[in-house]
């Protein structure tokens, strides 16, 4: 994980805590809602060249503490030194499905606790070179299709209003891998959205935009 983003969501997550707060309006609590929410990290991926990603969420609040969640996402993975004679490249989308209790600290900042099941659905392909004393080098390429992947995540959500209905927030989840699909003896490196397959358990960081319709 960068060491600005940890930064970053230090600072989200400790926002209504620490008292950085706006000034307090006279406004009521919202109990239900719909929401519509974007990582605006991720789509500064759009800028590199070894992955692009993308996310969204929607989200609906009942009797103001409870939040069920349903998010989608895509990912084309490219990592850099993989395989020191071969490469990998993973494409595919991914469901994640969750529950949160939110804690409204006061009108502008809530807290959110919560745990989610993700899984996701992709393609892959690996080629490098398998070297031996009597034949050299012998080059080998593999295509995989409908692979899948699935893992459970527990998450710690800040978030802050910054306009009416729209809030700022960060997430640090912690993902706990369940299962992935291994054929031909091949593992693949990166499975889109969870990470690299032999982290058993890896932290991840998701700022968000999040656009909340009270009802």
Partial sequence: MKQPSIYIISILLLWPIL??????????MIDNGVDITVDYLKLGSFLL????????????????HYRVSLAYGYAEL???SVYNNGIHEAEGTY???????LLNINPQNNLLLGLRYGQSEYD????GGI???????????????GLTASWFELSL??????LTNFYLGGRLRV????????????????????GRHFDKSIPAVNLYLKYLIPF
């Avoid at 060249?49 to 103001?64: A, N, P, Q, S, W």
Wanted: glycine residues 8%; charged residues 35%.
């Fill in 19 to 28: 008292g950085f707060t706006q000034e307090e309006e006279d406004v009521p």
């Fill in 49 to 64: 060249d070894v992955e692009t990603k993308f996310e969204g969420e929607i989200g609906l609040l009942v009797k103001r």
């Fill in 157 to 162: 959500s800040s978030e802050t209003k910054v």
């Fill in 131 to 145: 070297s031996n004393s009597t034949f050299g080098n012998t080059p080998f390429e593999v295509r995989r299709q």
């Fill in 175 to 194: 993902k706990v891998l369940k299962d992935f699909d291994k054929p031909d003896n091949i593992n693949p490196y990166s499975l889109p959205g969870y």
């Fill in 124 to 127: 892959d392909f690996v080629s």
């Fill in 95 to 101: 469901l994640r499905v969750g529950l949160d209790y």
């Fill in 78 to 80: 490219k990592p850099d």
